[in-house]
């Protein structure tokens, strides 16, 4: 996946490049800063700091629009049941957590830099159990800023025993 994402950006300069991989739900910052440490030859913290900004920008959108463009896609059959499986999943595996840990989950499972925990399925779940905007931005952007941490220091483990 990095190198189609590359490619896509090889026009751009680098640290738009970063930015642009981190706004994307496929990568986030988890495939952000390995391609800006990796390929694009970025120092670690500049990596980190246009990562963080990058996945954090599609976050207030989402927060404020998910819910009225869902209910609009709604109306089509494709939409729906998309919706529905996304909303659905995301309520059965995660309601025992965000019950017991409310907002506290949603950063931590935002944190937690795996495939499908990132900031973007953060705001389906802050949406699926009715967490309050602000509540929900600052879960999400601590949960982006600890899986920063988390990826760069990975990356240039990695990067280092190579």
Same mark, same amino acid.
């Given at each position: 996946m990095a190198l189609p994402l590359v490619e896509i950006f090889s026009s751009l300069p680098? $640290?738009?490049? !970063? %930015? +642009? %991989?981190?706004m994307l739900p496929v990568s986030e910052l988890r495939g952000a800063i390995p391609i800006a440490i990796g390929v694009y030859g970025m120092k670690p913290v500049d990596a980190f700091l246009l990562s963080v %900004? =990058?996945?954090? %920008?599609? *976050?207030?959108?989402?927060? #404020?629009? +998910?819910?009225?463009?869902?209910?609009? +896609?709604r109306k089509w059959n494709f939409w729906n049941k998309f919706f529905t499986w996304l909303f659905t999943r995301t309520h059965k595996n995660h309601s025992k957590e965000f019950e017991k840990y409310g907002t506290l989950a +949603?950063?931590?499972?935002?944190?937690?830099?795996?495939?499908? !925990? =990132?900031? $973007?399925s953060g705001c389906a779940a802050a949406f699926v159990f009715g967490i309050k905007f602000r509540n929900a931005l600052l879960a999400i952007a601590s949960g982006v800023i600890v899986a920063g941490i988390i990826v760069t #220091?990975?990356? *240039?483990? =990695?990067i280092s025993m190579i």
């Open positions: 680098a $640290w738009l490049s !970063t %930015i +642009l %991989i981190a %900004i =990058g996945n954090t %920008i599609p *976050v207030i959108p989402l927060l #404020l629009f +998910l819910e009225p463009v869902s209910n609009f +896609l +949603l950063a931590i499972f935002v944190a937690i830099p795996l495939p499908m !925990t =990132g900031a $973007w #220091l990975v990356t *240039v483990a =990695g």
